[in-house]
């Protein structure tokens, strides 16, 4: 149990278009799910706090214009990177809590050229 | 910031146990330690967590000093595919804080 997916796991794409990453919990419900980003050879930095029917928090120094989160269902988070440039290159993790625990999702790696 | 202490890099010999400490002499009496561990290019995988008592699962040891200002996890028989990044987190109680996240300790396993 505890499994936390998603997708994709990989995208390229061109500067200047958006690009949608959905977190899933397969097997249990989460009203809070956190998004994270890692850059090479770094630890991971929080970006944003998702909670279920309600608006993201973001850490400081995150555009909450530029990452838009959406937490529509206890199963399901949504990260939107728009108008992504080159710097917004990075590897992207969500997690989901379950009882006293979060759950990592495997990532996705974004690379914008 | 974090408020752990690791060493950024250990070896263990393959078969052997691993024992990784962590320092966290500013925890507070509700938060737990917990232990994730990040293998290259994939997402952190939970371990093991625990408050004050030595815990065990299928897969680490935690244990925990009287005064719970550092811990140890312990990988019993360490195998190749136990080289990841470690981390050792201090948090309170529950799955909706945020886990702060420090540098971890690379343990490398060695054939």
């Known amino acids: 149990g505890a499994v936390v997916s998603q997708h994709p796991s990989w995208v390229i794409c061109k500067s200047g278009t958006s690009v949608k990453i959905e977190c899933r919990s397969l097997d249990f419900q989460a009203t809070t799910m956190f998004w994270y980003r890692q850059f090479p050879k770094q630890s991971l930095m929080l970006m944003a706090t998702?909670?279920?029917?309600?608006?993201?928090?973001?850490e400081q120094g995150v555009e909450k214009d530029k990452f838009l989160i959406n937490h529509a269902s206890l199963t399901l988070s949504t990260l939107t990177v728009t108008s992504a440039h080159p710097e917004d290159s990075s590897f992207y993790i969500c997690?989901?809590?379950?009882?006293?625990?979060?759950?990592f999702g495997p990532g996705t790696r974004l690379l914008v050229l | 910031d974090a408020k752990t202490t690791q060493p950024p890099s250990m070896d263990c010999a393959e078969g052997r146990a691993a024992n990784l400490p962590c320092n966290h002499s500013t925890i507070s009496g509700n938060e737990y330690v917990y232990w994730y561990r990040q293998i290259h290019s994939q997402g952190p995988q939970y371990i093991i967590h625990g408050l004050k008592n030595n815990e065990t699962n299928e897969m680490a040891s935690l244990i925990i000093t009287e005064d719970r200002k550092s811990s140890t996890l312990i990988l019993p028989h360490a195998t190749l595919r136990d080289t990841a990044v470690y981390y050792c987190i201090v948090s309170p109680w529950g799955s909706n804080y945020q886990l702060i996240w420090g540098a971890g300790t690379k343990l490398i396993i060695k054939p």
């Open positions: 998702s909670n279920e029917g309600s608006k993201a928090t973001y």
């Open positions: 997690s989901a809590g379950r009882e006293e625990t979060q759950y």
